[in-house]
């Protein structure tokens, strides 16, 4: 069993399968300053030395040598990490900073391609879907680093190790080593439907629950094997006015939804929607872990799975614009009073407003087909205060504030959705003080809890048509 067997086999197919999550993959990009400040250090100190391309592999001994070296790096962290955290904000906090740092490794140079490669595979380690991440890598990555990240793989599933990272992909597939090393990776991979492990094609009911990846070892925790569906609370309301939710991963947000729309859990002093109705969910990714949610909800709620990679797919030369309208038209579809975005890492066009009703300067006039029909409500929730870290990051970014001294406070925000990213007119605000915090995952829990109470209390107070400011100082 030769290790290229599985890394041609696995790569082949993976670049064919092709992947829709290569836009959250995007969106969950991190800056990490003190990072990026040691490393222009260190590309400064190689440009300075003549000796430096030394250390870029050329030979296949020397690439055999630097591939050595980074596996036992690789098991090294993996064995001093036996005590990863298990809650979700920390697994993400974890899976964030590893793919940053690869990245600015990876743009560092071939020298660096080693050093990137282990970066990735401590993310992909912890990762729910160990394939979805590789599909992901395949797009993203250099071709470079993504055959040594295939090669680490390769090599983890041969030794077969306590908690490795290719037992994750192997498990993920339901096949054992020797399957996989003789190409169950490709074989599996090839039986999927025609999008791989991203969205399907169009709309469509979403009952498939999400794999739920089983891995040994203490280093193969993942967000789906700690994250279980909750079983229902209670039933929710079916009548009332009607909320659509946009998701893209977990869902935790859209649980508090749920849950707030459960009459029999208004006594229990639980932030709730009264004469309120979930009406239907919408992921632009299938493994997202709120389909079950929606699954186990009491009764069900209907789900569609559409992403732009599947539209891309089924219409060919067309790309966000039109997705992004026929995505709008799916949620008129539901005739919603207030479409929410809980974690859509989709960041929606002119065009999707305007098909909502929505109309501006910057949008230009509202369509024909929406004339005489009020806008559609939507609201977003981001974890910062009003123009403070708008975009993707906005924890870390606060963290580092914090660290360097600029800022003591962060918050969260229900805010309108306009064309400008998260710099819609505030429905909620709530301020976070940011005293005593040692380590980014207690920033993240603080924020957690506040975030789902006040989607909660967004979601009511637009509906309620009440749309003006309220500040918790």
């Known amino acids: 069993m030769k290790t290229s067997t599985v890394v041609t086999a696995s790569a082949a197919t993976l670049v064919s399968v092709g992947v829709a999550s290569a836009l959250y993959f995007d969106y ?20 300075a030395d003549p000796t430096s391309s030394a250390s870029v ?65 401590r993310a992909l380690r912890v990762y729910a ?37 290719g037992a994750a992909v192997v498990a993920s597939l339901g096949s054992d080593k020797e399957d996989a090393a003789a190409g169950g990776v490709s074989a599996e991979l090839s039986n999927k439907d025609g999008n791989g492990s991203a969205a399907g094609a169009g709309s469509g009911s979403a009952t498939a629950a999400p794999k739920v990846t089983a891995t040994s070892g203490a280093g193969a925790v993942t967000e789906k094997a700690v994250q279980k569906p909750e079983p229902p609370k209670g039933r929710r309301s079916t009548v009332g006015k009607r909320i659509l939710v946009l998701i893209s991963g977990s869902g935790s947000n859209f649980q508090a939804l749920i849950d707030a729309t459960i009459p029999s859990l208004r006594t229990s002093g639980q932030p709730h929607i009264p004469n309120a109705q979930i009406v239907g969910v919408i992921s632009n990714r299938k493994a997202a872990f709120g389909l079950e949610r929606a699954r186990v909800a009491d009764p069900p709620i209907p789900a569609d799975v559409f992403s732009l990679q599947s539209f891309r797919k089924a219409h060919p030369g067309q790309g966000r614009d039109e997705y992004d309208e026929e995505l709008a038209r799916m949620c008129s579809a539901y005739t919603p009073d207030v479409i929410v975005l809980a974690g859509f890492m989709h960041i ?18 509202g369509l024909p087909e929406t004339e005489g029909r009020p806008p559609v409500p939507i609201i977003n929730l981001h974890p910062a205060l009003p123009g403070q870290f708008d975009g993707a990051g906005a924890i870390e970014r606060a963290f580092e504030a914090y660290k360097a001294g600029t800022i003591t406070q962060t918050g969260v925000m229900v805010h309108e959705v306009i064309a400008e990213v998260d710099r819609g007119a505030p429905v909620l605000v709530e301020r976070i003080e940011m005293a005593g915090v040692e380590r980014i995952e207690e920033l993240e829990e603080r924020i957690h809890t506040v975030e789902h109470r006040l989607i909660v209390e967004g979601t009511r107070k637009v509906l309620e048509r009440s749309l003006g400011t309220e500040r918790r100082e």
């Open 28 to 47: 969950r990009r991190r800056n990490e300053a003190t990072l990026r400040k040691t490393l222009r250090k260190q590309r400064k100190e190689r440009a």
């Open 57 to 121: 592999p050329r030979t296949s001994a020397e690439r055999a040598a630097a591939l050595d070296r980074a596996y036992a790096e690789f098991k090294r962290a993996e064995r001093e990490e036996e005590d990863t955290p298990r809650d979700l904000a920390a697994l993400r906090s974890y899976f964030d900073r590893h793919v940053a740092l690869g990245e600015t490794l990876s743009a560092a140079g071939p020298a660096a391609h080693y050093d990137a490669a282990v970066a990735f595979m």
């Open 129 to 165: 879907e160990p394939l979805e991440l590789l599909e992901i890598y395949s797009k993203a990555l250099g071709k470079g680093v993504y055959g040594i990240v295939m090669e680490l793989i390769a090599r983890d599933v041969v030794e077969n190790t306590a908690g490795h990272a």
């Open 348 to 365: 929606v066009s002119p065009r999707f407003l305007r098909v909502l009703g929505h109309a501006s300067a910057s949008l230009g006039p």
